[in-house]
């Protein structure tokens, strides 16, 4: 920045030269000189006006361009309680939300939650982690959150609408290949590892969130749950180096292929979504 | 197996249990999906006929996606064991409820049967059917003197409805 400031300096300097050599050349052409009126002399010289600050309107980022994302806990699950309940905590949802800004977040996703804690110094305590579930709809809603501190295996799950809850921030948008990453627990702990001061990795709020195709590599058995069932449909995990195919062959025993077709099981929530989506929005807005 | 609360209540479950688990379940109900098709009026027990109605009306609904929507070929491919239903199906069937948008089906309850189980039995049908209606429609009898004396009076309205027209078109 210094270096600059001297060349330009110096240029104005010779500019300045060269402009006093041209009106010594040409005081004949005083008129075509632009020179302040002689009568100002007596004034101040004119108040030196900073040119106004350009306003930088970002127009490569349009309201439809950016990615539109409904939290999972405003869908209501399929029950015969009554709507009116569901939209009385949704107000209650937005207004917590205007207060603390809930980011968008996947389960795969690193993040730093700062929670009020009476008995820490500074009253406020942080943990990184990564985000292993999300469950949970309206109010209650929680995350659970998995790093590995010291060799030892921690897991918090926090409340998203819990007053303790200071600040929440996405370190790293990803998506994994599963909804739900609790066979981390009997992955190789580097799986489970982040770095506290991890700093945060730039996402575009439009496109597609990545996602992480990554084959976590397990620990020997026996697992806490036996992932290779078809009941958890795990797609994230190397099976091949700790299962043998005969043992595989053998989980597909449990598997239920009429399940897909069984239409009762079905809740399509696009038409729901949308709709709330707006509403949603809508209040936010206001 | 973990023994939990949620096995033993069953708040809010809304499938049967029917048959020898739940492959067994779909199995039969497919069976009588199937039937019900074919002959678009078939007699059970009240449970299987309640069960089937839920999802005969959804595999109408699927058929009327079209059969060139994939999921909708896989789903009717599923439940109809016999697969020369399929095109009847969606040629005959989507089309037939293409202006209803549910109920395209009608449960009426027939006498115990008379084995020794005597089970609550039921007929299921698609309404639309060729066959004769379940409940039979009474028809009043037009030759009691009240009917004649009705009749007269809407035809002298008729006529005058008609000719006040004629006047007020020329």
């Not at chain 1, 806990?73 to 937005?94: A, G, L, N, V, W």
């Not at chain 1, 500074?122 to 109010?139: A, D, E, P």
């Not at chain 2, 008379?114 to 039995?121: H, P, V």
């Amino acid at each position: 920045m210094a270096a600059c400031v001297s060349v330009l300096d110096k240029c104005m300097f010779s500019l300045r030269l060269l402009r006093n050599l041209q009106l010594q050349n040409e005081r004949l052409l005083s008129t075509s000189v632009c020179r302040p009126a002689p009568g100002n002399n007596s004034e101040q010289p004119p108040k030196f006006t900073p040119p106004s600050k350009p306003v930088i309107i970002d127009k490569t980022q349009t309201a439809a361009s950016l990615r539109q994302f409904l939290s999972p806990e405003f869908i209501p699950p399929r029950q015969r309680t009554d709507p009116f309940k569901f939209s009385i905590e949704r107000k209650d949802m937005i207004r917590r939300r205007k207060v603390l800004n809930i980011p968008e977040f996947y389960v795969g996703s690193i993040l730093a939650v700062t929670m009020a804690d009476p008995n820490a110094n500074g009253k406020t305590n942080r943990f990184v982690g990564i985000c292993i579930q999300r469950g949970g709809k309206g109010l209650g809603a929680t995350f659970v959150l998995r790093n590995i501190i010291d060799n030892q295996g921690v897991e918090i799950c926090y409340e998203l609408y819990s007053p303790r809850i200071q600040k929440i921030e996405v370190l790293k948008l990803e998506k994994r290949l599963d909804d739900n990453l609790m066979y981390l627990r009997d992955a190789l702990p580097e799986y489970s590892t982040v770095d506290p001061d991890m700093k945060p990795v730039p996402f575009s709020p439009t496109g597609e969130v990545p996602v992480n195709k990554m084959k976590v590599k397990m620990r020997p058995k026996p697992w806490s749950k036996r992932w290779e069932r078809p009941k958890f449909n795990i797609q994230g995990i190397r099976f091949d180096l700790s299962l043998t195919p005969e043992q595989m062959e053998h989980a597909q025993k449990w598997a239920q292929p009429w399940q897909e077709y069984d239409m009762l099981k079905e809740y399509d929530t696009s038409k729901l979504e949308e709709q709330l989506l707006s509403e949603v929005q809508q209040e936010m807005s206001k | 197996m973990r023994l939990t609360l949620q096995m033993l209540i069953s708040h809010g479950r809304v499938a049967r249990k029917m048959g020898m688990g739940p492959q067994s379940r779909i199995n039969m109900l497919r069976n009588i999906l199937t039937g019900l098709v074919r002959h678009e009026r078939i007699e059970t027990t009240l449970a299987r006929a309640d069960e089937v109605r839920f999802y005969a009306e959804k595999l109408v609904d699927y058929a009327k996606k079209g059969d060139t929507d994939e999921k909708a070929m896989k789903m009717a491919s599923f439940w109809l064991t016999e697969k020369d239903l399929i095109p009847k199906l969606f040629k005959v069937l989507a089309p037939r409820f293409e202006t209803q948008s549910k109920d395209y089906t009608r449960i009426a309850r027939l006498p115990n049967r008379q084995n020794l189980d005597r089970a609550k039995m039921a007929v299921l049908e698609y309404k639309g059917n060729p066959f004769p209606p379940l409940y039979p429609v009474k028809k009043e009898n037009e030759l009691t003197l009240i009917n004649q004396l009705l009749k007269g009076y809407r035809e002298e309205r008729a006529q005058q409805l008609a000719a006040k027209n004629l006047l007020t078109l020329s």
